[in-house]
C-alpha cells in the first residue's frame, strides 16, 4: 500500500484502474463481476475488469444533495430505489421529511435519466453467487459506495469487495463495516480531504465517455493479451 499523504499518487483515473488491479489479481479468472459506480467509477472499472477478465456492468449510485449546500450530501441512493441516510447531519442540518422527500425524487428522476442513457451498453451482469468487486474513483463520506453494497447485497453475491483507489479515514472505517473486503491503494489522513488531490489530472467525466468506456471493454474482453 502506498504511504498515507495527500499529493497526487495517479496520473488519471485510467492509470489508478490498472493500479488497483494489481492489488485484486488473485481474483483473476475466477467468477467476478466489476461492478462501477458512474460515472467517475467507469473507466476504473473497465481496467480493472480487462485485468481480472471479469464481466463488466454498472451500479448506479448517487449522493442526495443537502438543500441548500449541493456539493455535500446527506446520503445516497441507487438505481433499485435503496436509500441509505446520514441521519446525524439529517438531524444537525434540520432537514424536513419533505426536504428530504424532495431531494430524493429529484435523484431519482436523474438516476432514471442516467439509466435510460445507459440501458443499450450495459451487460445486464447476474451476480448471484458471484464475488462483485464494486469500483469507484475514491471515498469521501462513503455513502454512495455503502447505497451500493445494500443495493447488490440483495442479489445475493457470494461477497463483495469494495476496491477504489484513495479513501478517507472515515468512509473506510463506515464502508468497512458493510462489505466483506475492502481494498484501497491509499488512505487520506488530513482533516480536509479532496479525492481529486491524487489524481495529477482531474476532470468531471462525461457521460460520453463513460459509455465509450463501456464500448471498449466489450470491444476488448475477448482479445488476446488485452
Same mark, same amino acid.
Given at each position: ?23 485484486? =489479481?488473485?481474483?483473476?479468472? +475466477?467468477?467476478?463481476? &466489476?461492478? #462501477? ?6 473507466? *476504473?472499472?473497465? %481496467? $480493472? ?48 421529511? =419533505?426536504?428530504?422527500?424532495? +431531494?430524493?425524487?429529484? &435523484?431519482? #428522476? ?6 435510460? *442513457?445507459?440501458? %443499450? $451498453? ?105
Amino acid at each position: 500500500m502506498y504511504p498515507a499523504r495527500e499529493k497526487p499518487l495517479f496520473n488519471d483515473r485510467y492509470d489508478a484502474g490498472r493500479q488497483l488491479a494489481a492489488l485484486l =489479481d488473485e481474483y483473476k479468472g +475466477q467468477p467476478v463481476v &466489476v461492478l #462501477a459506480i458512474p460515472n467517475g467509477g467507469v473507466p *476504473l472499472g473497465m %481496467e $480493472v475488469a480487462l485485468a481480472l477478465e471479469a464481466d463488466f456492468d454498472l451500479v448506479i449510485s448517487r449522493k442526495i444533495p443537502l438543500p441548500l449546500s449541493p456539493e455535500a450530501g446527506f446520503g445516497a441512493m441507487t438505481d433499485d430505489g435503496t436509500v441509505i441516510l446520514n441521519e446525524e447531519l439529517v438531524k444537525e442540518e434540520g432537514l424536513s421529511p =419533505d426536504q428530504i422527500n424532495y +431531494q430524493i425524487s429529484q &435523484v431519482r #428522476a436523474e438516476i432514471r435519466q442516467r439509466s435510460l *442513457l445507459y440501458r %443499450e $451498453v450495459r451487460s445486464h451482469t447476474t451476480v448471484n453467487g458471484k464475488t462483485v468487486i464494486i469500483v469507484d474513483d475514491g471515498l469521501a463520506s462513503g455513502y454512495t459506495m455503502m447505497a451500493a453494497v445494500e443495493s447488490v447485497r440483495r442479489r445475493k453475491p457470494r461477497e463483495i469487495i469494495a476496491a477504489v483507489p484513495v479513501t478517507s479515514v472515515f468512509a473506510a472505517e463506515q464502508v468497512g463495516k458493510v462489505v466483506d473486503k475492502l481494498v484501497t491503494l491509499a488512505t487520506g489522513t488530513k482533516p480536509k480531504f479532496f479525492v481529486a488531490d491524487f489524481y495529477r489530472r482531474w476532470h468531471d467525466v462525461s457521460d460520453d465517455e463513460a459509455i465509450q468506456c463501456l464500448q471498449d471493454w466489450q470491444a476488448r474482453r475477448f482479445r488476446p493479451n488485452n
